[in-house]
């Protein structure tokens, strides 16, 4: 496997990640450089030569720089310098490279957050599986999340901060929201965002822009086939989180109102009705049942009244339901538009999974994000060391033993089943009635005090916390039980959940919590961390069934400086990590292992004569091109190559290839200079005949414009003549009406004077 050391820089690197240096290593220019494009050319190349899926394993501590990493190698293989690319299955024009690229900010945004370690912390893992043409173009992608820290949606520990898509939403709120077109009541709604939250305005400060990263945000839920409504709805509910994450609640006085339970707070009043509005349920409905739990259904339910202890708890649980919710659903949008059309497209897995954690509080999540990477190293000592180990052993060549690291027996105590491990148990104690944090403490000192990898510290008989220490692969950490349990299961009451799939407004919550969603049966209770277990194993397996390149991630110091290199933590890192130990393996083994088959078939080839793959074989290669027996070694079906070995064989492959690449060319220039005569007598034959036909053509045009213009000409005269005819016609016509109009006139004047005589004669008489 392919390993390369990456020390974040903590501060941008723009010639080394340039345009052009990434054109550089598409061309070849890079190979053998200890660059993270290196390792994406050598998975692509793998992917194209051996046709065998690949995978590039990012890990490191947190802070380490592995979502860079991971953003630097989607970048690599999206990009398409011809501007090629499969177009995606959605109506918004983008290509699938170009549209994996733009969905990445949703990620970030919803699930990475600012630690006291990093700024841009992963508060996830995920797996984005790049599936590749032919012609090694992104031809579609899918991407699988695991865990998400959904409790930071709640609160956070100091110097930290909350989700960035919250603090990119108050400040896209500040700016009007470019970008988005709100109607009057969703801006008048959305502009509580304007304003304080509890849960945000304790935060540290972060150095990212959030009004520039909410556009890359937008972008991405556009690419991600958003409309504009969906994305109010999206901010709706976001904002209806905040809202509901300010609400308090106070007992109610028994022994003065005579009434058990609690109430909201009267200055949290106003809050609590913004989350009913962007959440499109009724105020009151919303109220009562945080402040009271339905116990049966139809119309035997009875509501029972809740402490203000508990009804914050029903509060909390909302909060991370609904945000992992649409989590989930931002991802599944994703992966449709990034569906390809082709099936059994060969694939490069990157996978960016969250690095071992050791806080002041250590929880469930620190748990299972440190068992998580104790499996990844489990994965990568089996593939640079026990595979080479195993083969060894298999081909019978001697082999002098490293020690390397082995977490097999943490890995027992953490998920092993019978008996039960650590996750295990605290699986046990959610299913049980009576299950607490206490009784888990309980179950792990009777079941594996004897452990060495386990201890439970001394506490003070007044202090609350459950404690016990797991010495792991990296450091020791110590974890408080406490809160596990209601972390583990984090159940959403059904009455909670038919309030929120009953949704007037909001599309996005009716989606997620519809009726047909609701499953919940007795006896067979999913945990949180069963899950994160049953996902961790198949994400291991089809690891296992891939080529495999590793990226590990160090810290040069814990200042997040970039003028300070930390010998003494780079050195605890190589430890920890597994790379010493991976140096001398390399330095004790030999680089390349190949089976007969293949090197002779390659070498028969280059030496011009047949060799039979069999050790026998092998060794009439070796000889012919003069390779020290010192410098390999022959196993049962395979030929162990040293570095030397190596470089002289691919010196003699160069070599034939030169030498048949000039034979070619020769054959080549001797036929062409033999055709040459015929081909230039054919030429002219063939020019001459071709001039001829377009001369025939010229004279051919010539004459029948000469006859269309003749043609043209007597039309034209006839025209004429005709129309001349016709206004003699019109002429004569017209004295001949002019002579009859006057004949009329005359004899209706001498009419009208023998009248005037008439009546002149009879007057007179």
């Avoid at 914050?312 to 990034?338: D, H, M, Q």
């Avoid at 945990?527 to 996902?535: D, T």
């Amino acid at each position: 496997s392919s390993i390369l050391i990456s020390i974040t820089p903590s501060q941008p690197l723009v010639d080394m990640m340039s345009l052009d240096n990434l054109r550089t290593f598409q061309s070849g220019g890079g190979a053998g450089l200890p660059h993270v494009w290196s390792i994406a050319q050598r998975a692509v190349t793998g992917l194209k030569e051996d046709a065998v899926d690949q995978s590039i394993i990012v890990s490191g501590e947190s802070g380490s720089g592995k979502t860079e990493i991971t953003k630097f190698l989607l970048r690599y293989l999206s990009d398409t310098e011809s501007g090629c690319g499969e177009k995606s299955s959605g109506d918004n024009g983008h290509r699938i490279p170009e549209k994996l690229m733009a969905v990445n900010p949703i990620l970030e945004s919803f699930g990475n957050a600012k630690t006291v370690r990093n700024d841009n912390s992963s508060r996830f893992g995920k797996f984005i599986n790049v599936e590749m043409s032919t012609e090694n173009i992104v031809a579609g992608a899918k991407v699988q999340v695991y865990l998400l820290e959904v409790s930071r949606a709640c609160s956070h520990v100091s110097q930290e901060r909350s989700f960035h898509i919250f603090h990119e939403m108050q400040a896209s709120c500040k700016a009007g929201f470019p970008g988005i077109e709100l109607d009057d009541h969703s801006r008048s709604r959305l502009s509580r965002l304007s304003l304080p939250f509890e849960s945000l305005s304790a935060s540290a400060d972060c150095a990212r822009d959030d009004l520039r990263e909410h556009g890359y945000f937008v972008d991405g839920l556009r690419a991600a086939g958003y409309d504009n409504a969906a994305i109010i709805d999206l901010y709706n509910v976001l904002c209806g989180l905040l809202c509901l994450n300010n609400l308090s609640f106070v007992d109610k006085q028994e022994e003065e109102t005579g009434e058990e339970g609690c109430i909201i707070s009267d200055d949290c009043q106003a809050d609590a009705e913004i989350a009913s509005d962007c959440f499109g349920i009724q105020s009151d409905s919303l109220s009562e049942l945080l402040c009271n739990k339905s116990i049966g259904k139809g119309d035997d339910a009875v509501l029972k009244p809740l402490s203000s202890v508990s009804a914050r708890g029903a509060v909390e649980t909302v909060i991370k339901c609904v945000y992992n919710s649409v989590f989930e659903n931002l991802v599944s949008s994703i992966n449709s538009e990034l569906k390809s059309t082709v099936d059994d497209l060969l694939t490069i897995g990157l996978l960016d999974i969250f690095g071992f954690e050791n806080f002041e509080n250590n929880s469930f999540e620190q748990l299972c994000i440190n068992y998580a990477n104790e499996k990844l190293q489990k994965l990568f000592v089996g593939s640079v060391f026990e595979a080479v180990e195993q083969e060894y052993e298999i081909e019978k060549i001697p082999w002098e033993p490293v020690d390397f690291p082995d977490n097999s027996a943490l890995l027992e105590l953490l998920e092993r089943t019978r008996p039960a491990g650590i996750l295990p148990l605290l699986h046990e104690q959610c299913v049980l009635p009576r299950g607490s944090d206490q009784t888990f403490l309980k179950k792990m000192q009777e079941m594996h005090s004897a452990h060495s990898a386990l201890t439970f510290p001394r506490t003070a008989k007044d202090d609350p916390r459950a404690l016990f220490t797991i010495k792991h692969s990296a450091e020791s950490v110590q974890y408080d039980a406490v809160g596990m349990m209601e972390r583990n299961k984090q159940p959403l009451r059904e009455d909670l959940f038919s309030l929120l799939a009953a949704s007037q407004s909001s599309q996005q919550l009716r989606s997620i919590f519809g009726q047909n969603k609701i499953a919940k049966k007795k006896g067979n209770v999913q945990s949180v961390g069963g899950l994160f277990r049953q996902g961790l194993s198949t994400l291991v397996m089809e690891l296992s069934q891939r080529k495999m390149h590793f990226i590990r991630c160090f810290k040069p110091n814990d200042l997040k400086s970039s003028e300070v290199f930390n010998e003494r933590r780079i050195l605890e890192q190589l430890k920890s990590n597994g790379i010493t130990q991976a140096l001398q393996t390399a330095k004790a083994s030999y680089p390349q292992i190949v089976p007969f088959s293949d090197f002779t078939a390659r070498m028969s080839v280059v030496l011009g004569s047949p060799f039979a793959p069999s050790p026998s074989g092998v060794r009439e290669i070796m000889k012919s091109i003069r390779i020290s027996l010192k410098d390999f070694n022959v196993g049962e079906t395979k030929v162990f190559l040293s570095q030397k070995a190596i470089n002289a064989c691919e010196e003699r492959v160069q070599i034939a290839a030169k030498e048949k690449r000039s034979a070619i060319a020769t054959y080549l220039l001797a036929r062409m200079k033999s055709i040459t005569f015929w081909e230039s007598k054919l030429a002219a034959i063939t020019l001459t005949a071709c001039v001829k036909v377009l001369s025939a053509k010229v004279v051919l045009n010539s004459l029948m414009e000469e006859e269309a213009r003749r043609k043209a000409e007597e039309e034209e005269a006839r025209r004429k003549a005709e129309e001349e005819e016709a206004r003699h016609k019109a002429e004569e016509e017209e004295a001949r009406r002019q002579a009859e109009e006057e004949e009329a006139r005359r004899q209706a004047e001498e009419e009208e004077a023998r009248r005037q005589a008439e009546e002149e004669e009879a007057r007179r008489k």
